[in-house]
């Protein structure tokens, strides 16, 4: 059974400040990570992927991915109030077969930043 | 650019009532699409995903079926709803790079 395991949080940040978001999964084959924000009532938007180790850059994201720890993260800069939201760590398979079209959820960190 | 369009957005359906909910996809060719569901307090549960026209996979066996008429059309049903069907239902779509994207939602409620 794969697992996607966050903290459910609330985590609370002063607005300005670093937002430190973390996931660990336990199928050493995953090859696909990715970070998506979702609003109270509204869909999934996906903010951030990565695929290799190290740190990945997105504007105010930074996703930080860790293979052999298993560990994946995502700092948010700059906090500000329309950051808050539940993100949630995804992750799949092998790039290609049957396991690639599956993404394994956590079930989120409700993130409040506050003014 | 690529859209995914869901509807109903919410549904209140009694137990033992049929459901038909509906996904489709603009700007995009043979994508995969895929049917989540959301409860509250647990996570995205993958529940069907398909690679093609008439492909169908489940993930979890449940009285919902699902069925992919067009290339850019998938559908979720029941025969008959019971109260545990009640939940945020999501059709995600992919390309080749194996990154989802969500439609809208649809919010059911099974009384």
Not at chain 2, 17 to 23: Q, R
Not at chain 2, 66 to 91: E, H, T
Request: hydrophobic letters at 30%.
């Amino acid at each position: 059974q794969k697992e996607v395991e966050q903290n459910s949080g609330p985590l609370s940040v002063p607005e300005g400040a670093i937002a430190s978001l973390n996931c660990t999964y336990s199928d050493r084959g995953s090859q696909s990570f990715f970070w998506y924000r979702q609003y109270s009532g509204k869909s999934p938007e996906l903010i951030m992927s990565i695929y290799s180790n190290g740190d990945k850059e997105d504007g105010r994201f930074t996703a930080q991915l860790n293979k052999a720890s298993q560990y994946v993260s995502l700092l948010i800069r700059d906090s500000q109030p329309s950051d808050s939201a539940t993100y949630l760590c995804a992750v799949s398979g092998p790039h290609s077969g049957a396991g690639s079209y599956q993404l394994t959820f956590g079930k989120g960190t409700k993130l409040s930043v506050i003014p | 650019s690529q859209t995914i369009h869901q509807w109903p957005a919410t549904l209140v359906q009694p137990v033992g009532s049929p459901l038909s909910l509906e996904c489709t996809v603009e700007g995009t060719s043979n994508p995969n699409l895929y049917w989540y569901r959301q409860a509250a307090g647990r996570g995205l549960q993958l529940l069907f995903y398909s690679v093609g026209i008439g492909q169908i996979s489940s993930e979890v066996p449940q009285n919902l079926s699902a069925s992919r008429p067009q290339d850019r059309q998938f559908i979720l049903s029941s025969k008959k709803l019971l109260l545990s069907d009640s939940g945020f239902y999501l059709c995600a779509w992919s390309a080749p790079t194996n990154e989802q994207f969500f439609g809208p939602g649809t919010r059911l409620t099974v009384l």
